[in-house]
């Protein structure tokens, strides 16, 4: 149980583009889902919170027009880039939490490429 | 905030042999939890331990023990007869009342045959 996935698993996009992540709980309702990018070789930083309903809270530091994020229901949140530049090439991944303070399960990843 | 430290960028152990991780935190929060993650090459974060800070019993997975010292804010984290499959990062992290997880830097641990 409590398996996250995430699609596309590695993306290769045109400066200038959007680009939308999906991360689905598959077998759990997530009342709340996280997104969280890595650098190579380093940790994961939390960009945003959301909460299913709600406006996602993002982190400081973290556009939120350049990363738009919507969570629809409670099994799927989507992270947009919007006009993806070189420096957003990263590493991108999802967690999701049934609810209270308890484990964050975490998707796979999508690997990122703007050239 | 709440701040999570790994202060061994690199561990290495013997297989078979016994390796401990280390970790510190500071809060103020009197009620969180604190985990240990494992990212191998593939990327996919694996959840090793997770310990409640209310409990004073240290949380035990087969050959995976935490050391929690809630007083001192430690939460190390110690392999039992290590395997090569063991070989990854580890991550470190606290989550408190925002329910928003902090990692650490991480530490890459290295098992030699």
């Known amino acids: 149980g409590a398996v996250v996935s995430q699609h596309p698993s590695r993306v290769i996009c045109k400066s200038g583009t959007s680009v939308k992540i999906e991360c689905r709980s598959l077998?759990?309702?997530?009342?709340?889902m996280f997104w969280y990018r890595q650098f190579p070789k380093k940790s994961l930083m939390l960009m945003a919170t959301?909460?299913?309903?709600?406006?996602?809270?993002?982190e400081q530091g973290v556009e939120k027009d350049k990363f738009l994020i919507n969570h629809a229901s409670l099994t799927l949140s989507t992270l947009t880039v919007t006009s993806a530049h070189p420096e957003d090439s990263s590493f991108y991944i999802c967690?999701?939490?049934?609810?209270?303070?308890?484990?964050?399960?975490f998707g796979p990843g999508t690997r990122l490429l703007v050239l | 905030a709440q701040t999570v430290t790994q202060s061994q960028p690199e561990m290495s152990v013997q297989e078979a042999e016994t390796v401990t991780l280390s970790c510190t935190y500071d809060?103020?929060?009197?009620?969180?939890?604190l985990f240990w993650y494992k990212q191998p090459p593939s990327r996919q974060m694996i959840l090793v331990i997770r310990?409640?800070?209310?409990?004073?019993q240290n949380a035990t997975e087969n050959r995976f023990s935490v050391n929690f010292q809630k007083a001192a804010k430690s939460f190390s984290l110690k392999i039992s007869d290590s395997q090569l499959g063991d070989a990854a990062m580890y991550f470190c992290?606290?989550?408190?009342?925002?329910?928003?997880?902090?990692f650490g830097a991480g530490t890459r641990l290295t098992v030699k045959p």
């Open positions: 967690s999701a939490t049934p609810g209270l303070i308890t484990s964050q399960y």
């Open positions: 959301s909460n299913e309903g709600s406006k996602a809270t993002y």
């Open positions: 809060t103020s929060e009197s009620d969180y939890y």
């Open positions: 077998d759990f309702q997530a009342t709340t």
């Open positions: 992290a606290y989550n408190g009342v925002t329910k928003d997880m902090r």
């Open positions: 310990q409640e800070a209310y409990k004073q």
